[in-house]
């Protein structure tokens, strides 16, 4: 479990500064650089677009395929503290760091 703060207040998951998610997808197989990440359960927040949870959870199970991360093994994520923020036009870890 990893502690996860998140800054991208657009998403509909978000909920004081955290994720009201169990658990997030991040996305990446090629990535060298934290931008080149990308948080898929984003969702963007709007009128048909309503939260399923609102409890922000300090902890949380992270699914990542950022294989090039220090962080990853077998596809999860080890990090004790994750950041994830805006990268571009989406959302993305800022905490990913190459091997
Ligand atoms: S720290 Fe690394 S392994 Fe963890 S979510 Fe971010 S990119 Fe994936």
Redesign the pocket.
Known sequence: M?NLKCSVHSCMHHSGDMCCKPNIK?D?PR?QT?NE?NCVSYAPKGAQNRAACTTPNEKLE?A???VE????QNS????TN?SINTTGDTAG?S???KR
């Open positions: 990893t991040v990446g990535a934290a990440t992270i990542c395929s950022a991360c220090v962080y990853n999860k994520c080890l990090a994750v870890c905490t990913f760091t």
